[in-house]
């Protein structure tokens, strides 16, 4: 069998889209693994610091990279590297006012908001797809949404999952045009360039505490941000858009495993019954669309 994508111009085999997929799950496995990283890192540095220290140790290693750029690379990394910017930035403020699980829910969003789109753009979207991302959502919904009130982060944070959304269906039209190491390496040092200026005063006033948090950050840079970039450039170029947002949505299971074990915070009950709601959406997927096409 033959998976074909609308939107890229090359086949996809089974294997290749294995390979796509296992890269998308070491992703959101290493993301999950971050949040207890950043958790300790924000007591003690301004989230403008984390940003740009993490982005540009994450650029340092693709320099050389650098010059295997073109007019049209150049672009689309730029373009890139600004979407992905500005949704940081919204979640950094988002999370000022915004519960960590509402935040958690509200960004996985992405799995509806991607096909959404991808229909108002014109392309092939399988009813199975948006039950899969309901299910999905459903899941991180009962995972993560406790009885708070809604604030104006929570709103940030659906930007956030919308320019997420748009970050992840460009991707999807261009991974395959370019090669991966170029193109991660143009977006990381567009984010990084932009989130040092913004982070400009910060990094004088706290270069000592800059230091003596340096393992927690080089792990963040080199592990959670330089590695996932070119990660999801090679699954992006054998997992279409909707399957991707759907990986995604494991984020905050491996985030609840790894805070389980490095911070001793529990997954209840709620915490199973949403995992195990992903899980199937996850399964779901995976089946033969034939016949549920809308």
Known sequence: ????????????????????????????????????????????????VIVATRFAVAALPFTLYLRFLNISLLRDGVLLGLIIFSAYTIQTVALETAHANHAAFIASFNVILVPLLGQLLGRQVFLKTFLTAGIAILGVGVMCWESQEIVMGDFLMLVDALL????????????????????????????????????????????????????????????????????????QRWVNAYETALIYTLEPIFAAVFSFFLMGEKLGVRGFIGAALVIAAMVLAQSNPQNTNG
């Open 1 to 48: 069998m033959t998976i074909e994508l609308d939107n890229k111009s090359n086949q996809i085999t089974d294997s290749n889209h294995a390979w796509g997929i296992a890269a998308l799950l070491v992703v959101t496995l290493i993301w999950g693994s971050s949040f207890p990283v950043i958790k300790g890192a924000v007591s003690n540095l301004s989230p403008a």
């Open 164 to 235: 997420y959304s748009i970050y992840i269906l460009k991707l999807d039209s261009i991974a395959w045009r370019y090669p991966i190491l170029p193109l991660g390496a143009i977006q990381l040092w567009v984010i990084a360039i932009v989130s040092l200026i913004w982070a400009a005063p910060d990094l004088v006033r706290q270069q000592e505490v800059i230091v003596t948090n340096l393992g927690p950050l080089l792990y963040l840079g080199f592990v959670a941000t330089a590695f996932p970039v070119v990660l999801k450039v090679i699954g």
